[in-house]
């Protein structure tokens, strides 16, 4: 059974979560907290099968790390306003994790992580996102057209650090995504983009950073790709575009994603 919902409130409303531990673990940014036995029931399960609880909004609270359940269910609930589920490949923030575990093992990449992803569907994407956290810090891997011969990589990074030792590990996994799939090698290998983003302002708000990449590269696809290319240097212009779209604030994302959850378990 579901567990009870917290109803709800405006995003102009304080939140009242209260945290009573701060514990982290590093590998996918979850956080361990001591919480009563009602932060642990169910509120909603998505479709594909990512659950939310009361202790997961908790890392929505000021100053701590969102956790893995809030950014995959949160890209969940993007991809379903837009109904672009079609068209697009979202990875579990567990597959980078377990991508570069098996780098680290010198297993196959492809067989260690290939239950992590739909092959089918990634086949038939317009764009694959993966979602990476790395030492506490959230950020974007978006491969366009992953497969084909005008793939592209790009990275979005709210420090704007050089990630392209992340892409060239999602690269391996393409190779031999395809030697195994098409049966034969990847004709030409993706090239690897980063252009710099607006920067955070703290060291915890990277998982909204990430969100708002995520849903820019869905609803602003052509532009964010030029962006990536370096194809956009009027700098008004950019000025512009990030000011249209500003990073979703913690409370503001908590109401959206009750609102989800009560919405579709009471339909």
């Not at 490949?89 to 680290?104: E, G, N, Q």
Request: hydrophobic letters at 35%.
């Amino acid at each position: 059974m579901p567990g009870a919902f917290p109803l709800p409130s405006p995003p102009t409303t304080p939140p009242t979560t209260i945290i009573l531990s701060d514990d982290e673990e590093d590998d996918n940014c979850s956080e361990v907290t001591e919480t009563h036995k009602e932060d642990d029931d169910v509120l909603y399960t998505t479709t594909n099968k990512i659950s939310l609880t009361n202790r997961d909004l908790q890392t929505l609270q000021p100053g701590k790390w969102l956790n893995d359940t809030i950014i995959d269910f949160t890209l969940k609930t993007i991809e379903d306003k837009y109904r672009c589920s079609d068209y697009i490949s979202v990875s579990s923030s567990f597959f980078f994790t377990r991508l570069k575990s098996a780098k680290a093992k010198g297993v196959d990449i492809y067989n260690e992580t290939k239950a992590w992803i739909s092959c089918k569907k990634l086949r038939q994407s317009r764009t694959w996102f993966i979602p990476v956290c790395q030492d506490y810090h959230w950020f974007l891997i978006a491969v366009v057209f992953p497969g084909k011969t005008r793939s592209l990589i790009y990275i979005m990074d709210s420090l704007n650090r050089d990630r392209r030792a992340e892409a060239e590990l999602v690269i391996e996994f393409i190779e031999s995504f395809h030697l195994v799939e098409a049966r034969s090698p990847l004709r030409k290998i993706p090239e690897i983009y980063q252009h710099k983003i607006p920067q955070q302002h703290n060291m915890n708000d990277c998982g909204l950073h990430l969100i708002r990449s995520f849903e820019l590269s869905i609803v602003r696809r052509k532009f964010i790709i030029r962006l990536m290319q370096g194809e956009v240097t009027n700098q008004a212009e950019i000025d512009a575009f990030w000011q249209e779209y500003p990073v979703i604030s913690r409370h503001e994302l908590e109401y959206q994603l009750l609102k989800y959850a009560l919405e579709r378990s009471t339909s």
